[in-house]
T-cell receptor
Framework: QKEVEQDPGPLSVPEGAIVSLNCTYS??????FMWYRQYSRKGPELLMY????GNKEDGRFTAQVDKSSKYISLFIRDSQPSDSATYLC?????????FGSGTRLSIRP | EAQVTQNPRYLITVTGKKLTVTCSQN?????MSWYRQDPGLGLRQIYY???????DKGDVPEGYKVSRKEKRNFPLILESPSPNQTSLYFC??????????????FGPGTRLTVL
């Protein structure tokens, strides 16, 4: 079993839709939870991070963590064509970080 | 400008010909790492370094070597490349806290093809 499982997509939605991206993880030792965004032919960039259960909002983005079920989600409201990218979840401990395989998202104008 | 640089950006080589991909960061970060990214497999960590002269294996270290003689540089060495090492490689650096690694700054990537 992989330590982080991510819905592979690809996902295509119309502009303005709410997008839900999801990951599960298996090891409770990991305490930081992150979402990275990667545009084509670029390196990943940190979008959001949290270390507690619950929701964290940043503009149109909400990261949600449920430690009891080892489930992390990213919601995008009012999605825009510029949100089209690959989204990677990641979990980390003091010395290790593990990425999900990524979900390719396309927002149709 | 704070950045991670990698060179070369693109490389086509042949099986068995030793190569080095350089990585340098200007943010005084202690933690640096190398990843490979393959379709359907995501980012997988090859090696990481928590400080100068301290390196450790990640999830897929076979066929790779690294060194960390200076804080800013973390080269990736392929002593005898094989076709299964054809991939997109990223170097990254970060500060760390006691809890975990969070914002990693990634380089632009090196696309390697081994024939």
């Amino acid at each position: 079993q992989k330590e982080v499982e991510q819905d592979p997509g690809p996902l295509s939605v119309p502009e303005g839709a709410i997008v839900s991206l999801n990951c599960t993880y298996s090891n409770s030792a990991f305490q930081y939870f992150m979402w990275y965004r990667q545009y084509s032919r670029k390196g990943p960039e940190l979008l959001m991070y949290t270390y507690s259960s619950g929701n964290k909002e940043d503009g149109r983005f909400t990261a949600q963590v449920d430690k009891s079920s080892k489930y992390i989600s990213l919601f995008i409201r009012d999605s825009q064509p510029s949100d089209s990218a690959t989204y990677l979840c990641a979990i980390s401990s003091a010395s290790k970080i593990i990425f999900g395989s990524g979900t390719r998202l396309s927002i149709r104008p | 400008e704070a950045q991670v640089t990698q060179n070369p950006r693109y490389l086509i080589t042949v099986t068995g010909k030793k190569l080095t991909v350089t990585c340098s960061q200007n943010m005084n970060h202690e933690y640096m790492s190398w990843y490979r990214q393959d379709p359907g497999l995501g980012l997988r960590q090859i090696y990481y370094s928590m400080n100068v002269e301290v390196t450790d294996k990640g999830d897929v270290p076979e066929g790779y070597k690294v060194s960390r003689k200076e804080k800013r540089n973390f080269p990736l060495i392929l002593e005898s490349p094989s076709p299964n090492q054809t991939s997109l490689y990223f170097c990254a650096s970060t500060e760390t806290s006691g809890r975990g690694i969070h914002e990693q700054f990634f380089g632009p990537g090196t696309r390697l093809t081994v024939l």
